[in-house]
């Protein structure tokens, strides 16, 4: 009995021992609130700029959200340097911060889209969702943060002839600089020949690299990486880049779905397109006048 009571006492020592964020920062809940209305205010504020509205600024967005949550950019300046330097922290707030725009999104009216359509394919079939590495990266550009290198095993369940898909969500939160990630994948084929596929990923939203089929020799081994670059800004800068939803899909080349498999190659690049349009229109509809505290004005006339 007498040990069956130290039980409470031990638990609440083990809660005030675990480390908190300092109170003259930002606090994580908080910092969520916040990054949600940073990102759907960046999203507003690119659909202004594709609308033709002359008088584009970002910095009006980034203000309202500031002045929304009661913050001065110094405040916040400062809790992302905190945060910066406590990746953990950061990490699970971004967790957060992409679910709620994910549902945001969904209940909008958003098309659920290429990132989801795979999501309940087992690693067996015609079409597997095969990823087996983790789903959600936060990416910095300095050494041991700034890449993200994994390895797909390949089995008696890959056939010649098969295709890939590397696909993810990304979110980018730069002070300054140039965004460009790198994603590279080597795979390896019978006589030791390698296809090197890259792409260069340089806006938010949905990612997808493919991998073309080859139809004459067997796959050994696929390696691939995502490296975040920081370019020439001086490391003090800070950037980020949050991937969510990784996803690696393998589609078996069978002869009765050719016709199929090549319109979903032809209309990939256009879905995506339409789909991150539609997220981001329905995200400056619902969230203007949250932030703005006034209705969506019309887009321009065309003359």
Known sequence: MRKLSLLPVLLLLLIACKPTVPSKYIQPGD?????????????MAKA?????????????YFYAVLKKHGLTKAEFDTSMVYYYTHVDYLKEIYKEVNEKLSDEAKSLGTSVGDIN?????????????????????????????????FTINVDTSFYMGDSFMFQFMS?????????????????????DSIIQTSSHISVAGLAQVRIPAVKDKKLKEMNGFIYLSGGNDDESTRKMMFLSQIQFIRFHNREKSNETTGQVKTDSVQRVSDARRSEVDSMRRGNFERLHGKPLPAPPRKR
């Open 31 to 43: 910092m969520e609130d916040v990054l949600y209305d940073y990102h759907v205010a960046m999203a």
């Open 48 to 60: 202004e700029r594709s609308d033709g509205t002359s008088s584009f600024d970002q910095s009006k």
């Open 117 to 149: 359509r795979y999501s309940q394919f087992s690693a067996s079939g015609d079409t597997a969702s095969i990823w087996t590495g983790a789903t959600d990266l936060l990416l910095m550009p300095y050494p041991t943060m700034n890449r993200y290198d």
């Open 171 to 191: 979110e980018y939160l730069y002070q300054s600089g140039s965004r460009d990630a790198v994603v590279c994948i080597a795979s390896k084929y019978d006589g």
